[in-house]
């Protein structure tokens, strides 16, 4: 592992369905770091209103946010690699992750925390929930997509790395390294 990439978080972001717990564990055993999962950080109320088919609110989900955050800040705090699995779906969101790097400036993104989109079609997404759902994997229903769909918010001055989600979880874990090595750019 390359002593350079030491202290930063990378955060695999996108909508339910695109593959960030999956991606995520995979690179994390990769390079040989943690990987936290942003869903097992949601209180019960909010697992019970995505369950009903309710979308989160910024009531809801600020506090989750700020949860993460924390976690990921003592990840940084002691100069290890981070990957979280979040659906970070707006700049707001990912400012608060961003906070997590002690000299990170607001309205920058200039941070020891980086990000990645896992991107895909509402189509391919819609399926996967569809398969999740009937095995019963997530709590998260299919129907909650389209609102997830329109929250997202991607900010090309932001510098988020792209990924093609429909690609093999493993070529993208490997091949891509996930490019970490973007999580040592500023953008």
């Not at 990000?115 to 009937?134: H, P, S, T, W, Y």
Request: net charge negative; charged share 25%; proline share 3%.
């Amino acid at each position: 592992m390359d002593s350079s990439l030491k202290g930063i978080a990378v955060v695999i972001m996108g909508v339910s369905g695109a593959g960030k717990s999956t991606i995520g564990e995979m690179l994390s055993k990769v390079i040989n770091c943690s990987f936290l999962d942003a869903d097992d950080y949601h209180p019960l109320s909010n697992k019970e209103k995505m369950r009903k088919g309710i979308p989160l609110s910024d009531e809801d989900r600020i506090p989750w946010l700020e949860t993460l955050r924390d976690a990921l800040q003592e990840s940084l705090a002691y100069k290890k690699i981070v990957i979280l699995g979040c659906s970070a779906l707006q700049k707001q969101y990912r400012n608060i992750l961003r906070s997590a790097d002690p000299n990170y400036e607001l309205g920058r993104c200039a941070s020891e925390v980086k990000f990645v989109l896992l991107d895909a079609k509402a189509e391919v997404l819609a399926a996967r929930l569809e398969n999740r759902a009937a095995e019963g994997k997530h709590f998260m229903p299919a129907k909650l997509l389209q609102s997830q769909l329109d929250l997202l918010q991607i900010d090309e001055s932001e510098g988020i790395f792209k990924v093609d989600a429909t690609l093999n979880p493993q070529t993208i874990s490997l091949s891509h390294n996930m490019d970490v090595t973007v999580a040592s750019s500023e953008c």
